[in-house]
């Protein structure tokens, strides 16, 4: 199975419009389920979608995907890291009103040259990149994340509750 | 992590973060506040469950799990019933620790809790790698412990860095 996701706040036609047209001309339609938000102007054809999942359905959702498709938002892609799951991003623009600005650019770039995270640049290399993580059928996946943050940001926090009160 | 420590001296713990990507972020930090009498707060009931079962998995006792409007600065109306759904919140628990990954929830909890002379910590979402978020530049002024994820946004006077969810 492979998990498109774009996040809970804004519609992401673009990526959803580019993956349709791949499930279109690679058949692998069947094999794709989406969630694209209640505010997707453009629905889908050639893949099974909902506009929104639980928090337990998305954690199921990723955890049986062979690779997940995404905007470059963070929960996305720590969740994909956290299963071992290579993920394709495809970083919004401000420019073309997907978002307030251009972080999820800067989240690629910073973030693209980890193992398992793949980074469309624009949609054009997105099919690309699908028809190479079918071929491999997840199986370029990073080693599974550890479940906690830095242990040196964790210490950090830690001793900051436990100081004296002001 | 140790077993269930004595809670009877535990700090009261406030930790606020927006659904989807600065709640995935919040969970990573979660062994930070161990031990302590922790209060969740986050815009998607759906969460509950994870956070119920994390804390029993680790042997930790049950925190408490709250649930807020979302909103935004372009959404006036649904953030004031967010600022009011945390006053209430903030003012029952009297917190002696907030801490927050954002968004404009995360701002109103450091406020709120300074307040309520809370000690306070903002830790900015990595998502924002080139520049700090909105809200990390409002909240900053109000943390007593001010994070930043990325070492190239860290300055003297801060915000600091101490380590990263990833």
């Known amino acids: 199975m492979i998990f498109l996701t774009i996040g809970t706040q804004e519609p992401f036609d673009r990526l959803v419009r580019t993956v349709d047209a791949w499930c279109a001309s690679s058949g692998r339609g069947g094999d794709l389920f989406g969630q694209i938000t ?56 401000a420019k073309l009103k997907e978002h307030r600005n251009d972080h999820q650019q800067a989240t690629a770039k910073r973030l693209g040259k980890r193992p398992g995270l793949l980074v469309a640049q624009s949609e054009a290399e997105l099919p690309g990149l699908l028809d190479k993580l079918t071929a491999e059928k997840g199986a370029t996946g990073g080693e599974a994340l550890t479940p906690f943050a830095d242990p040196s940001l964790i210490a950090a926090l830690r001793t900051f509750i436990h100081a004296k009160p002001r | 992590m140790t077993a269930a420590p004595d809670t009877t ?6 930790v606020v973060a927006s659904g989807g990507g600065h709640w995935v972020q919040l969970c990573r ?28 998995a680790r042997g930790q006792p049950a925190p408490s799990f709250r649930v807020i409007v979302d909103g935004n600065r372009w959404q006036k109306w649904r953030l004031l019933k967010s600022l009011l759904g945390l006053t209430l919140i903030v003012l029952r628990l009297r917190p002696q620790v907030v801490i927050s990954t954002g968004a404009a929830p995360g701002y109103f909890a450091l406020r709120l809790g300074r307040l309520v002379g809370a000690r306070t910590a903002w830790v900015d979402s990595i998502a924002n790698a080139e520049e700090l978020s909105l809200s990390g530049r409002k909240a900053g002024p109000h943390a007593d412990l001010w994070l930043t994820q990325w070492e190239n946004l860290a300055q003297p006077g801060g915000p600091e860095y101490r380590g990263a969810v990833l």
């Open chain 1, 38 to 93: 209640e505010r997707a102007t453009y629905k889908p054809n050639h893949f099974a979608w909902v506009p929104s999942v639980t928090p337990e359905d998305f954690q199921t959702r990723c955890k049986q995907a062979d690779f997940i498709v995404s905007h470059a938002g963070m929960g996305s892609i720590i969740t994909a890291l956290t299963y071992g799951k290579p993920i394709v991003i495809l970083p919004r623009s």
């Open chain 2, 9 to 14: 001296e535990a700090p009261r713990v406030l």
């Open chain 2, 29 to 56: 930090m979660r062994p930070a506040w161990d031990g302590c009498h922790v209060t969740y707060v986050t815009t998607e009931p759906g969460y509950r469950q994870e956070v119920m079962a994390d804390a029993a």
